[in-house]
T-cell receptor, first 114, second 113 residues
């Protein structure tokens, strides 16, 4: 979607290696989110941010960390990738003032851990 | 947040209206009904949301029953590009807090030529 980009789009990594996924927005939205999507589980929230340096855990946060040093960037780090973290990762942004609380999602990052 | 119930799948002929139902019988007075869709391999896309009045935008119409226990998303003239999984979500308006969306299983809508 315009205004939100995820990088990389695809990545293959080895078990035990650290991996960082990036979400970049140009909308100046306050809130940012990381979801993962797996067959049979739908979309599940990993972490979210409600401002610079303000983050909190979602329902599946184990094995993941996040950072937000600037409004426009929200990084998701897998400290030591495992095969169970093979998934499609989506970033989303929202702002209750400018978007009436509708979320805009990125195009996703397909991560494969071998 | 209130739980929603949607049929797992529906078909619709191209050019006809697609009516997607959602039950949310435990909805609270401050909860809105949101609809998103996800076209294969893409990120979910916001469609519309409403509190109690019917809503319409360039994509769809949302009809909420008077008791607010159910709603219907209407795509007036479905096209093949509307084939997607449609999610009905009930949650309070964020009012300044980062209230996250909770996605259920949704309805797989298939538009047939």
């Amino acid at each position: 979607d315009a205004g939100i980009t995820q990088s990389p789009r695809h990545k293959v990594t080895e078990t035990g290696t650290p991996v960082t996924l990036r979400c970049h927005q140009t909308e100046n939205h306050r809130y940012m989110y990381w979801y993962r999507q797996d067959p049979g589980h739908g979309l599940r929230l990993i972490h979210y941010s409600y401002g610079v340096k303000d983050t909190d855990k979602g329902e599946v946060s184990d094995g993941y960390s996040v950072s937000r040093s600037k409004t426009e960037d929200f990084l998701l780090t897998l400290e030591s990738a495992t095969s169970s973290q093979t998934s499609v990762y989506f970033c989303a942004i929202s702002d209750p003032v400018t978007t009436r609380d509708g979320y805009t999602f990125g195009s996703g990052t397909r991560l494969t851990v071998v | 947040d209130a739980k929603t119930t949607q049929p797992p799948s529906m078909d619709c002929a191209e050019g006809r209206a697609a009516n997607l139902p959602c039950n949310h019988s435990t909805i609270s007075g401050n909860e809105y009904v949101y609809w998103y869709r996800q076209i294969h391999s893409q990120g979910p896309q916001y469609i519309i949301h409403g509190l109690k009045n019917n809503e319409t935008n360039e994509m769809a119409s949302l009809i909420i029953t008077e008791d607010r226990k159910s709603s219907t998303l209407i795509l007036p003239h479905a096209t093949l590009r509307d084939t997607a999984v449609y999610y009905c979500i009930v949650r309070p308006f964020s009012s300044g807090s980062a209230r996250q969306l909770t996605f259920g299983s949704g309805t797989q809508l298939t538009v047939l030529p």
